[in-house]
């Protein structure tokens, strides 16, 4: 789907008609609308609503973050993580809700001094190809070994990035109080992701109806 560019860039006023989608989903920011573009999967027969973090206005994003940043200080964490790519665009405002002076960012980009050891495999429902790696930059352990962790993402869709940000952290004894996330995309992450999960707003899976889409039940 082309011309997403138009999203994430002010809040609607008033909801996408349904029950069949022709080309977004709307969604609600607090007491605000927001409308997501529907991206059609690579199938053909399923589609998923969109939310690029680095591509919304800043008054989009800051409602957001401002979201994250309330659920989050309910659970008084020691340290936010951040997952790549779009996690590290939220984590820091999130950590600053919780009155943090930084946030942990993890990260797939493998610096010589990294150790094979805190690594995992990962890929998303966006980024699905094998041969990316989780790295935790051994330097910033001794932050996360006994503290409270919240993991943040922009979405949880798959759970895989989730179950392999965990995975990573499960190295050095760490298993988070939670995650907090923009969206979740589906629920197909419940199957893999066996934490609280906070989202800001959820989004279904989506199946083909003529010319438009139609939430559908939970796929393979």
Known sequence: MSGTQSFWQDFATERA??????????????TRLLDLPIRPLPDGVHAVASFLANHAAFTVLDAITDAMGARARALAPD????????????????????GHARFVPLGTSRKFWYDAGLSE?????????????LYLDPNLRGLLEGRRVLVVDDAVSTGR???????L????????V??????????????????????????????????GWVAAAESP
């Open 79 to 98: 340290i936010v993580v951040g997952l790549p790519t779009l996690g590290l665009g939220l984590a820091p405002a999130v950590a600053r809700a919780c």
């Open 178 to 211: 939670a995650v907090s996330c923009a969206m979740a995309q589906t629920r197909r992450w419940a199957e893999q992701v066996r934490l609280p999960v906070q989202a800001v707003f959820e989004t279904p899976l989506f199946t083909r109806a003529g010319n």
């Open 121 to 133: 495999p990962i890929a998303s429902i966006t980024s699905p190809d094998a041969g990316k790696r």
């Open 17 to 30: 008609a349904g029950p069949v989608f022709r080309d977004r989903y709307t969604v609600c920011v607090g």
């Open 161 to 167: 990035s989730i179950a392999a940000a965990l995975a």
């Open 169 to 176: 952290l499960a190295r050095i004894g760490v298993v988070p």
